[in-house]
């Protein structure tokens, strides 16, 4: 087994068809991909381009098929492609951005847009001889960020804003965390069972260490529905529609939300809604309002 495989190949149909000019599509061989990742391991899949969107589309569902969480990416290159001068193909098969896909076998709370970047800033200071002159946070960042017809035709949302660099302690410095969730292609069935929908939010409420006041809960009709549930540090909710397979859930805190919390309340989401997708942003607010330590009633004494 193996922490991280990577498959540096892809479809070429403007060659001759063999093993090295197109790449199997059955699940039987990316279920043998799957079993060569180590637990807790990662697959990065080159995928194309711009230029082939129904094929990076085909690969993208085969993913999220076998394996436990995918992550589309994009980025740059200073190379042109195809390599062959004179080609008379130029744009129909390759078009900037070059697109991947981050794949993990088992873990489907992970989210590599949620990084502790204390390393990387060590890293810098010590002032080592290996120079990161292009990579930085924000540029990670944005290779989970699809062109915006790509985001419209697969459904997929930008990282959230903050998801880069972000410490702990810059955090600890804002009044209002907000953790904002997309869950899609859900089970029919669960979003539009009510008492459900008031149990998941309890168990994020405990996940987030969150003081429960009381809940309200309605059905509509003919389906979906709105939960509501109100702790001492602000609320957490929940809207469904179960036609489209789809809810949004919300959990606004003035106490910290860790990104191992966030992962959690991810992982959970997903296991209850029984959802193909989670997508989520974080967000902070009321930076400099706090200047208390003191915590009453989930609420800061001093602002």
């Not at 994020?204 to 001492?232: I, K, R």
């Not at 809810?247 to 805190?253: E, H, I, P, R, Y």
Request: charged fraction near 20%; charge should be neutral; hydrophobic fraction near 35%.
């Amino acid at each position: 087994h193996f922490d991280l495989v990577v498959v540096n190949t892809c479809q070429q149909p403007w060659l001759k068809a063999s093993r090295t000019t197109r790449m199997p599509t059955t699940r039987r061989f990316y279920r043998q991909l799957r079993a060569l990742v180590a637990p807790g391991g990662l697959l990065v899949q080159e995928a194309g381009s711009a230029g082939m969107p129904q094929e990076f589309a085909r690969t993208l569902a085969m993913h999220r098929e076998v394996f436990a969480r995918t992550w589309p990416m994009s980025f740059g290159s200073l190379t042109r492609h195809p390599f062959k001068n004179g080609d008379e193909f130029d744009g129909q098969y390759f078009r900037p951005p070059r697109l991947a896909l981050l794949t993990s076998g088992d873990d489907s709370s992970l989210n590599p847009t949620e990084v502790d970047w204390k390393h990387w800033r060590s890293f810098r200071e010590r002032g080592s001889d290996y120079r990161l002159r292009y990579y930085h946070p924000t540029l990670h960042r944005t290779l989970f960020v699809l062109p915006a017809e790509l985001q419209s035709s697969l459904a997929e949302s930008r990282p959230a804003a903050q998801s880069g660099g972000q410490s702990e302690e810059e955090e600890g410095l804002h009044l209002v965390h907000t953790f904002t969730v997309e869950a899609r292609n859900c089970s029919e069935g669960t979003l539009n069972d009510l008492p459900l929908a008031g149990d998941l939010l309890r168990s994020m409420a405990t996940l987030g260490d969150l003081t429960e006041l009381g809940a309200l809960n309605h059905s509509f009709e003919p389906q979906g529905l709105t939960a509501l549930l109100l702790v001492s540090e602000s609320h957490l909710s929940i809207h469904t529609w179960p036609e489209l397979g789809y809810a949004v859930l919300d959990v606004v805190s003035c106490k910290a939300l860790p990104l191992g919390v966030r992962n959690k309340l991810e992982a959970e989401i997903q296991r209850q809604l029984q959802c193909g997708t989670v997508l989520s942003q974080f967000s902070l607010r009321g930076k400099g309002l706090v200047q208390g330590e003191e915590i009453n009633g989930g609420r800061r004494e001093e602002l």
